[in-house]
């Protein structure tokens, strides 16, 4: 039954807004009543479908009206991920086509689908649709909403009380997704976003995203907060995103394929493009149109960049423009090639040189162009310098970190190159607020999403910071005495100029005392809190030499037990040493891969770099960056946001650790630029203390009143399973905070209460036989292994739950100390077997669902005693073990009952046993004959649908009853694949 605050406090305010927007509403009931579709199982609403693609296409005969609904029903495609993406592309990519005389011959004519124009956008159905059901032979699904525009399903909406747990709310959303797509995957074809909202909590997704990926939507740009009427989140996202303008924006415009991944924009990147394209159209001067987009780093600029160039490819006042997108590092020019070209944008080109630059940019509209901005290079010694190449003005430039070399005289060539282009600049870091240097040549910001608030909505983790200078000294004399004696024939002002020309950072850095002491202490550090949870890592040197020396230390004292490599810029002089280190492009791309990749499938876990690879270099998979040279404002900031990539839900935040001292360059950046722009880039791990605390005591306190010596009294507190759930939760919490802090000796004094929330914790997992809920692996490695090492030190073995049906399960129940423990200890395997078995034979496993819930009530009644309680379970363990065995109480063969069992419940009464049991062996060996020949047969839907319609006929021969007959059809179809 459906939680009536379900329906009033999210679904139906929900469908209010959407009516206000001016979308028509029916419930699924006057959709059927009304015969908007061929069936219940049909996903289309192919009346509106027709309707509207009749009236946006006048000149369509009724032949190939009936092709084009025809090529948008039947999709042919292996799994329902290609089948989305192709479906996407006749409504929204490259769009569909018919063979038609329109007066000058049969040609191919463009069928429009939707009307994108604002001016026109009520030319669209758009139709809310609430409790619309889909049935077919696998069963029946409702979902909450359904927005279909043009007849087409393109978002489903599922709704979740604000009483569900909060934590709970979002994953149960996508949980219910994931089994709509295993019962109707057809639905998914056509969807192009997925919502899940609570009212106060709102989020959105794509086919496939898992709950960390479903993003909020905290701006309802073009609108205001007061234009919406409600700071709710499910108030602003409905208005941001679902408005008829909005949402057609939003899936033409913002969607894209990256490999196997559909990407839907966030807030921001929509935000900044649309304001993007708002000033190019309303702003008359080249040098207007442009501007700066800081949009922090690992916040998906790339992708923004992606969306940008798709909108004003297809902007008519813009004819097509040609786009020119500017790096100053090859590295970067790689990636951002590879992420347009990974999100099949058409065509773009890297320069190969400054010619052939030249003769791309030449090209005109509707070429995407990539390139360096060092190939803007001039012949300045005869004088000519870079040609004008075009005067075109719906010529776009966007540059990426544009505050380094575009401000020098390559980009007077740019500028002089294309006199009328718009700049659009990117930024990951902030802008000087004392030059205003980037502001200045590109013109005012378009728009800002800082550090701080990318690691509110979880675009980035936070950065945790970690000081740990080395003490530098020089054995036995001081500086200045060594000094003295080596140039003694030098007055004191001599000797000070030759400490100031060779005494410098690099020296003091690379003494070699120092370097083992470090390397040493990175290997240690890097081995007991990074690698242990599977993460990697960058070490910064000074030099290229240091880097080298960094190598082979690491080398050494890592002792094979993950790999290193270093990289950076070869030199012609480079000594012996060096050279031995130099690596082409190609090695230095597939080092980058093998690095990108998960510690089990590739040991190289650690790149050691001088300057290369501090920007623009994207590896979710790094962590920790060991930092031991000095970097300052914009470099520094782009170096740490190395490690702030979101890449799995126990990467929470990222490190730096500091061998240098570089916080005081972080204070200086911190004063250049504008206080609230970074504020968030670093955190000291002391910061995390005051949450360690507050979470500690979140754990402890269902222990209240108990010693730690009293572990059965601890365990029974874990019991409920809703009990257990929220400790879970609330130990997963202390532990990643344990995770962050404890590289610090300040994590000592909560360590004691981590062991014994673990000790318990794992006992409650054995106890009560929960696989996934209560496993710590996911807490930390480093956590997990200190608790492990608890529990061995305290003699208890750390083993997997031991499974009901196992020949030592009484043997096990016996250790336990009191009935209470072994009651709950046969309670919860039971339950494990009927979860696990339930599908091979439900309305038995129901049956004994039902008994033991009876059982447990009268025990709680006071009705029976714990002895008697303990009795009567183990004879529901005898009986599922009899059942295992494949006995059965019918007399049928064990593959036979279960269609037998179905049956009684349906007809007991009404038709005699023995013709029942006809019945089911029959239907059993109907599947048998037909499936086993086809291994696959699951996947081949043409054969599935015969298999379900002939046993259809089989059974209305049977019941004479449709319904009866529809209804087991999608029982048995469920029975049979789970036993073939």
């Known amino acids: 039954m459906r939680d009536p605050y379900e329906m009033t406090e999210v679904e139906v305010p929900l469908i209010e807004q959407l009516q206000s927007y001016g979308y028509t509403y029916l419930t699924g009931t006057e959709i059927d009543e009304r015969k908007e579709r061929r069936a219940t199982g049909s996903i289309i609403l192919e009346k509106r479908l027709a309707h509207a693609i009749r ?31 192709a479906i996407y592309n006749k409504l929204f990519g ?7 005389d329109l007066g000058t011959g049969k040609k191919s004519q463009t069928v429009k689908l939707f009307e994108f124009d604002d001016k026109k956008i009520n030319e669209n159905d758009f139709l809310v649709v609430n409790q619309i059901r889909y049935e077919n032979a696998k069963g029946t699904i409702k979902p909450d909403i359904v927005l279909y525009i043009n007849g087409l399903p393109l978002v489903v909406i599922e709704c979740k009380s604000p009483k569900l747990k909060w934590d709970k709310q979002l994953p149960e959303g996508v949980k219910q997704f994931n089994r709509y797509q295993e019962t109707h995957p057809k639905l998914f074809w056509y969807n192009q976003m997925l919502i899940v909202t609570s009212r106060d909590r709102a989020r959105i997704g794509t086919i496939g995203a898992r709950p960390q990926h479903y993003g909020l939507w905290k701006d309802p740009y073009p609108l205001t907060m007061e234009e919406v009427g409600s700071e709710r989140p499910q108030d602003v996202l409905v208005a941001a995103t679902l408005r008829k303008e909005a949402i057609l924006d939003l899936i033409w415009n913002f969607i894209v394929y990256d490999g196997k991944v559909k990407k839907l924009a966030r807030y921001q990147q929509y935000r900044a493009v649309n304001k993007t394209i708002e000033r190019m159209l309303t702003e008359q001067k080249p040098e207007n149109r442009g501007g700066v987009v800081w949009h922090t780093q690992g916040s998906g600029k790339s992708l923004t ?22 790096t100053d590092r090859q590295d970067l020019d790689n990636q951002i090639t590879k992420t347009f070209s990974n999100c099949n944008f058409p ?15 030449s090209k005109g509209p509707g070429s995407t162009v990539m390139t360096l901005i060092q190939k803007f290079q001039g012949a300045e010694e005869d004088g000519t310098g870079f040609p004008v190449v075009s005067e075109a003005s719906n010529i776009i430039v966007m540059t990426d970190e544009s505050h380094r070399s575009q401000y020098k005289g390559l980009a007077l060539n740019m500028r002089k190159a294309l006199p009328n282009a718009s700049f659009i600049a990117f930024t990951g870091t902030p802008i000087d607020q004392k030059k205003r240097s980037t502001t200045g040549k590109f013109g005012s910001y378009i728009d800002k999403y800082t550090i701080e608030q990318a690691v509110k909505d979880g675009a980035t983790v936070p950065i945790m910071y970690e000081s740990r200078l080395p003490q530098v000294h020089v054995k036995g004399e001081t500086l200045d005495e060594l000094f003295a004696r080596v140039f003694h024939e030098y007055d004191e002002d001599g000797r000070e100029k030759i400490k100031q020309k060779y005494v410098n950072e690099e020296l003091v850095l690379t003494a070699p005392d ?45 002792g094979g037990n993950f790999e290193a490599a270093v990289i950076f810029s070869a030199g012609q002089n480079d000594v012996k040493e060096m050279r031995a280190h130099h690596i082409t492009k190609q090695e230095e791309r597939e080092l980058i891969e093998r690095f990108k990749k998960p510690f089990h499938e590739d040991k190289l876990a650690m790149l050691i770099v001088c300057d290369k690879l501090l920007t623009g270099f994207d590896a979710p ?73 507050q979470r500690s005591r979140s754990v402890m306190r269902y222990f209240d009143g108990l010693s730690k010596k009293q572990r059965e009294e601890a365990i029974l507190r874990l019991k409920d399973d809703d009990i257990r759930a929220e400790f879970d939760q609330a130990y997963k919490r202390f532990a990643e905070s344990m995770d962050k802090v404890m590289p610090s000796p300040k994590a000592e004094p909560f360590i004691g209460d981590l062991k014994h929330a673990g000790l318990i914790r794992q006992l409650a997992k054995s106890r009560f036989l929960i696989d996934d809920g209560l496993d710590i692996a996911d807490c930390g490695e480093k956590v997990r292994q200190l608790v492990h090492k608890y529990l061995i030190s305290q003699g208890i073995e750390v083993r997997d739950p031991i499974q009901l049906l196992d020949s030592r399960f009484k043997e096990e129940v016996e250790k336990n100390n009191t009935p209470e423990a072994k009651a709950a200890q046969i309670e919860h395997a039971i339950k494990k077997e009927i979860s696990i078995k339930i599908e091979q034979d439900e309305v038995y496993y129901k049956k004994v669902s039902e008994r033991l819930k009876e059982l447990l009530q009268r025990f709680e009644e006071r009705q029976m005693t714990i002895d008697e309680l303990i009795k009567e379970q183990l004879q529901i363990r005898e009986e599922l073990a009899q059942k295992a065995t494949g006995k059965t109480e019918s007399g049928l063969k064990a593959e036979q009952e279960p269609y037998y069992n179905k049956l009684i419940e349906v007809y007991e009464g009404v038709h005699e046993e023995e013709v029942l049991k006809e019945w089911a062996i029959e239907v059993q060996q109907y599947f048998d004959e037909r499936v086993t020949q086809i291994p696959d047969w699951k996947s081949k839907l043409d054969f599935k649908r015969r298999l379900n319609a002939d046993l259809k006929i089989l059974l209305l021969k049977k019941t004479k009853k449709m319904d009866d007959a529809n209804m087991l059809v999608g029982y048995f179809g469920a029975l049979a694949e789970a036993q073939y």
């Open 621 to 693: 998979i790094e962590q920790v960056m060991y930092l031991d040279r000095p970097l300052r404002e914009h470099n520094l900031l782009q170096a740490i946001a190395r490690t702030n990539r979101t890449y799995d839900e126990n990467k929470s935040y990222g490190l730096i650790v500091d061998y240098f001292g570089v916080s005081r360059f972080l204070d200086q950046a911190l004063e250049i630029f504008s206080a609230s722009d970074v504020k968030g880039a670093l955190q000291s791990i002391d910061s995390e203390l005051p949450r360690l605390e």
């Open 347 to 361: 065509n773009p080109t890297q320069a190969k040189s400054v010619a052939d630059l030249q003769q791309q940019l």
């Open 94 to 100: 490259q769009g569909m086509a018919a063979q038609q």
């Open 305 to 326: 960049m992606v969306y940008l160039a798709m909108k004003l490819r297809r902007l008519k006042e813009l004819e097509n423009p040609m786009l020119v997108i500017v």
């Open 514 to 558: 120092r370097m083992e002491q470090i390397a040493t202490d990175i290997v240690k550090h890097f081995e007991e809190h990074i690698l242990i949870n599977g993460y990697k890592a960058q070490v910064v040197a000074v030099s290229r030499a240091a880097a080298v020396q960094y190598k082979e230390l690491i080398d050494l004292y890592g």
């Open 55 to 85: 009236k946006l296409n006048p000149w369509l005969n009724e032949s190939n009206l009936d092709k084009v609904l025809g090529e948008l029903t039947h999709i042919a495609e292996s799994d329902d991920f290609t089948a989305n993406q």
